[in-house]
C-alpha cells in the first residue's frame, strides 16, 4: 500500500514540477530570446499541413506572431507580403521571389527585408511601370519544395521574373516534422527535444566543421543535390516555356566568408552548374565578404542565429537595384 501512496505522490509532484518549469520556462521567453524554441514558435503559430504532394507544410493564411521580437505577419494568400492575386494590368511589372526563412525576412522587420526595400528602389527609379516584388519565402523550405509551391501559386502570380534564392543548404532533405503532443504543445518538452537533437549531431557527426558539413552536400553521390539540380533545372524549363525572365541569387552561409572556406568551394561548384545550363545568377558572396570581411556575425539576427537582420537585406537589395540598373531594358 505504501508502495502504490509513494508512486502516486511521486507522480503528483512530478506533474506539479513539469507545469510550473513549462509555465517559468514561458514567463522566461517574455524577455528572452531562443532561436530554436522561436522556430518551434513559429511551426506551431504561422505554418500548417499542406495537402499539395511534395511540400509537408505552409504557411497558414492570415495568421500573425511576433518572433525574435519581430512582426511576422502572413496574409491571406499565404505569404509575407501584402500581394493578393488579382489581374495584372499592362504598365505592372511583377517579380517573385522564391526562398525559404531568409527571403522570408526571419527576425527582420517587413520594411526592412530585401524585397519590399528592392520594390521601393526599382519604383523610385524606374517610372516607365509599376514594380511589384512578391515574397513567397517560406521556412524550412528546400529547393524541391519551391519549385513545387512554384507550380502552385504560378497561375495567380502571373509573374514577369522569377528569382530563386538559393543558400547553400537549399539542397538538403527536409526531415518531417515532429508531431509528438508533447513537443507539439510544451515549450519545455520542444527545448528539451531540440537539445537532445542538436546534442546528437554534434557528437555522432563527422564533421567538424559548417563548411565542412556543407561541401559534403554537394558530392556528386549525393541524391539530394541531384534532386536540388533538377528543380532548378524544371523551373528553368517552365520559365523558358512561359517566356518569363529567370535568375538565381546565391545567399552565402555568414559562418565564414573567407576565399578558402569550403563554403565558397560550394559556390563555386553552384556556379559551374549554372553556367553549364546557361541560367542566369548573382552571387553574393563578394559582397558580403567584402563588407563583413571576417566578422559576419556583426549582420546575425541573434548571436546564436546567423540568418542576416536588417544590415544584411540591405545588401541583398542594394546588390539587386545595382543589377536592375545595369540592364537597358530598364532603363
Known amino acids: 500500500m505504501n508502495k502504490i501512496i509513494n508512486f502516486f505522490l511521486f507522480t503528483i509532484t512530478l506533474i506539479f514540477s513539469l507545469i510550473i518549469a513549462e509555465l517559468g520556462l514561458r514567463f522566461y521567453l517574455k524577455f528572452a530570446t531562443i532561436y530554436g524554441l522561436e522556430m518551434h514558435k513559429y511551426a506551431k503559430e504561422l505554418k500548417e499541413s499542406s495537402n499539395i504532394d511534395g511540400l509537408t507544410h505552409q504557411h497558414r493564411p492570415s495568421s500573425e506572431a511576433v518572433l525574435m521580437g519581430v512582426n511576422i505577419k502572413i496574409n491571406k494568400f499565404g ?20 526562398g525559404n526563412s531568409i527571403t522570408m525576412g526571419w527576425g527582420v522587420p517587413y520594411d526592412s527585408v530585401f524585397t519590399t526595400t528592392l520594390e521601393n528602389d526599382l519604383n523610385n527609379n524606374f517610372k516607365k511601370l509599376k514594380y511589384e516584388v512578391i515574397n513567397s519565402g517560406i521556412g524550412n523550405y528546400n529547393t524541391l519544395m519551391e519549385s513545387i509551391y512554384l507550380k502552385s ?45 542538436q546534442s546528437s549531431i554534434l557528437n555522432f557527426s563527422s564533421f567538424n566543421s559548417t563548411g565542412k558539413y556543407y561541401l559534403d552536400l554537394y558530392t556528386k553521390e549525393n541524391e539530394d543535390r541531384t534532386k536540388a539540380e533538377n528543380a532548378i533545372l524544371s523551373i528553368n524549363d517552365l520559365c523558358i516555356k512561359k517566356k518569363i525572365k529567370f535568375k538565381i541569387i546565391i545567399q552565402p552561409d555568414l559562418h565564414d566568408l573567407s576565399y578558402n572556406s569550403n563554403q565558397f568551394k560550394c559556390h563555386l561548384i553552384i556556379r559551374n552548374f549554372l553556367k553549364k545550363n546557361n541560367i542566369n545568377y548573382i552571387d553574393l558572396f563578394d559582397d558580403f565578404s567584402i563588407i563583413l570581411k571576417n566578422k559576419p556575425e556583426e549582420i546575425w539576427v541573434h548571436p546564436n542565429d546567423p540568418h542576416p537582420n536588417s544590415k544584411g537585406h540591405k545588401i541583398i537589395s542594394n546588390k539587386m537595384i545595382n543589377h536592375y540598373q545595369n540592364l537597358t531594358i530598364f532603363n
Open 79 to 98: 505569404i509575407r507580403d501584402d500581394f493578393t492575386p488579382r489581374t495584372k494590368n499592362n504598365n505592372e511589372y511583377r517579380i517573385l521571389v522564391l
Open 153 to 197: 501559386i504560378l497561375k495567380d502570380v502571373d509573374p514577369d521574373e522569377i528569382i530563386l534564392h538559393f543558400y547553400i543548404n537549399d539542397i538538403e532533405s527536409v526531415p518531417k516534422q515532429n508531431n509528438n503532443f508533447f513537443i507539439k504543445h510544451s515549450y519545455l518538452f520542444a527545448y528539451m527535444y531540440l537539445n537532445f537533437k
